[in-house]
């Protein structure tokens, strides 16, 4: 079993920047691919980020391409998000997850592909 934890969230102008980590604890996430979604008020959760295991290979939703960067250290179970030229679309609550699939080469988009997830954190970027 693994539990994820988000941390970071926060109030920032818009053209600011935050960084998001997700700790996981319960055993190491070395072998999981690992995603960020994100889901505003009255919107589905969507895709933001993907990293896998090796952190070799990222994947972004195109809304966010260029302006964050998914990285991962794995002697420390910890997964980041960092998010630069913030707007006020990025406002959300974000949640990172762990893939359902272990040992994959693969980075995965979609939610079903992942089975552990955490609470949360809020982004709010103000105009």
């Known amino acids: 079993q693994v539990q994820l934890v988000e941390s970071g969230g926060g109030l920032v102008q818009a053209g600011g920047s935050l960084k998001l980590s997700c700790a996981a604890s319960g055993r190491t996430i070395t072998g999981n691919a690992m995603g960020w979604f994100r889901q505003a008020p009255g919107k589905e959760r969507e895709f933001v980020a993907g990293?896998?295991?090796?952190?070799?290979?990222?994947n972004y939703a195109d809304s966010v391409k260029g302006r964050f960067t998914v990285s991962r250290e794995n002697s420390k179970n910890t997964v980041y998000l960092q998010m630069n030229s913030l707007n006020v679309e990025d406002t959300a609550v974000y949640y990172c997850?762990?893939?359902?699939?272990?040992?994959?080469?693969?980075?995965?988009?979609?939610?079903?592909?992942?089975?552990?997830w955490g609470q949360g954190t809020q982004v709010t970027v103000s105009s």
């Open positions: 990293i896998s295991r090796s952190g070799g290979t990222t």
């Open positions: 997850a762990a893939s359902r699939v272990q040992w994959s080469i693969m980075v995965f988009r979609t939610t079903r592909d992942y089975e552990y």
